[in-house]
């Protein structure tokens, strides 16, 4: 029991549960949500003004501080109606102004969620869109002269062209949705953990450096097997 107290620590386990919902529905949302803003983007001419806007729109959840964006979106889920979502529910008639959005566990890990989308999304597009700029334009050319279509075209050309871009995003997005920490730790501070902020509380607030490290450990151990896993099926390796 010394060296698997982890396992029956129930704090533990629905962190590692949690942060493991948490970064795969992120990544997978900000994948398609970054792709779709990529071929957006990519679509207007490279010194357009209309592209020159939308990447710098696009930027802005990106460029402002996590911790501030974190507040932010904690104001916004007021839990009355001061909260932003809470008035817009009531307007719509969802609610009655007074849902918990980051009291109630049904809502919480939603709410995490939401705020990295969000905050992330720009990200993947940012490096989509680079991966999207060394395609050459030819070969959609002859696509169009052979009769394929846009999906045609997106399926035989853009997706497997955009395979190692598509690779280098998961695995950084993955890498830092698995130790999140600041989203977590700002706006739920210990109501609910991720891995990294249970590893944070125990060791800041119970001083237990061993079970800190074994945390740390199993932190690193995700992240290893996801990071080889897209090196692997993307097929990144033997390019």
Same mark, same amino acid.
Do not use: C, H
């Given at each position: 029991?010394?060296?698997?107290?982890?396992?029956?620590? /129930?704090?533990?386990?629905? #962190?590692? +549960?949690?942060?493991?919902?948490?970064?795969?529905?992120? !990544?997978?949302? @900000?994948?398609?949500?970054?792709?779709?803003?990529?071929?957006? =983007?990519?679509?207007?001419?490279?010194?357009?003004?209309? /592209? #020159?806007?939308?990447?710098?729109?696009?930027?802005? %959840? +990106?460029?402002?501080?996590?911790? !501030?964006?974190?507040?932010? +979106?904690? +104001?916004?889920?007021?839990?009355? /109606?001061?909260?932003?979502?809470?008035?817009?529910?009531?307007?719509?008639? =969802?609610?009655?102004?007074?849902? %918990?959005?980051?009291?109630?566990?049904?809502?919480?890990?939603?709410?995490?969620?939401?705020?990295?989308?969000? &905050?992330?999304?720009?990200?993947? *597009?940012?490096?989509?869109?680079?991966?999207?700029?060394?395609?050459? &334009?030819?070969?959609?050319?002859?696509?169009?002269?052979?009769?394929?279509?846009?999906?045609?075209?997106?399926?035989?050309?853009?997706?497997?062209?955009?395979?190692?871009?598509?690779?280098?995003?998961?695995?950084?997005?993955?890498?830092?949705?698995?130790?999140?920490?600041?989203?977590?730790?700002?706006?739920?501070?210990?109501?609910?953990?991720?891995? *990294?902020?249970?590893?944070?509380?125990?060791? =800041?607030?119970?001083?237990?450096?061993?079970?800190?490290?074994?945390?740390?450990?199993? =932190?690193?151990?995700?992240?290893? !097997?996801?990071?080889?896993?897209?090196? /692997?099926?993307?097929? !990144? @390796?033997? @390019?």
């Amino acid at each position: 029991n010394r060296y698997v107290l982890g396992a029956s620590d /129930r704090d533990f386990v629905r #962190a590692v +549960w949690d942060t493991m919902v948490f970064a795969i529905v992120t !990544v997978v949302l @900000e994948l398609i949500l970054g792709m779709g803003i990529a071929l957006v =983007i990519n679509g207007f001419p490279a010194r357009s003004v209309a /592209r #020159a806007v939308i990447m710098a729109v696009m930027l802005v %959840p +990106w460029a402002i501080p996590t911790a !501030v964006s974190s507040r932010m +979106w904690q +104001w916004m889920f007021g839990p009355t /109606r001061t909260g932003l979502f809470n008035v817009v529910f009531q307007m719509l008639g =969802i609610g009655n102004g007074q849902i %918990p959005f980051l009291t109630d566990e049904r809502y919480q890990l939603a709410a995490m969620i939401l705020i990295d989308v969000w &905050k992330t999304t720009p990200f993947l *597009a940012l490096l989509l869109l680079a991966g999207l700029g060394i395609i050459s &334009k030819d070969l959609y050319e002859a696509a169009n002269v052979d009769g394929a279509g846009k999906f045609r075209q997106f399926v035989s050309i853009t997706l497997p062209l955009l395979r190692p871009a598509i690779a280098v995003a998961l695995i950084f997005r993955t890498l830092d949705a698995l130790r999140v920490f600041d989203v977590f730790q700002i706006v739920l501070a210990q109501s609910r953990y991720s891995m *990294a902020s249970y590893t944070y509380y125990q060791l =800041i607030g119970t001083r237990a450096m061993g079970y800190t490290s074994a945390s740390s450990v199993v =932190i690193f151990l995700l992240i290893l !097997v996801f990071a080889m896993a897209y090196i /692997r099926l993307l097929g !990144v @390796e033997s @390019e």
